[in-house]
């Protein structure tokens, strides 16, 4: 189960501060989900964890060196999951995104060129490493 974040240009921006504390210091990150709720509100992130306070959650990072080359994939039911929310018109993108194109209207693009470009993101987010 992935975190739902609230859709939200602050929220987001809440949401990204906090991983970048996580980040300068792992001794801050949630070893549960009772533990992200609790980082969560306290720093405003609007979201949705699924499971039980007690699951666990983990963190894994990055080599210094990048060696292996590390290739981050979702499962296939993630991955359905969320072809799922893909549909002609607008694509799904978080509303942080507008920001980068100045207001400019979304485009509309068909189901099939939605898939592509959900195809690309996907492939993207294999390989850039987060940043």
Sequence with gaps: ?????????????????????????????????????????????????????????LFWDYPDNNDPIQIALPTKAMLEERLQTVDPGAYPLPHFYDIAFAGAPRAQLSGPVSLEFAARRIGEYSVNECC
């Design 1 to 57: 189960m992935r975190i739902e974040i609230h859709n939200d240009n602050q929220n987001w921006l809440n949401w990204g501060n906090l991983v970048l504390t996580w980040i300068r210091d792992p001794k801050t990150r949630p070893t549960n989900v009772g533990e992200l709720n609790t980082q969560l509100d306290k720093n405003n992130v609007t979201a949705k964890v699924g499971g039980p306070d007690s699951k666990p959650v």
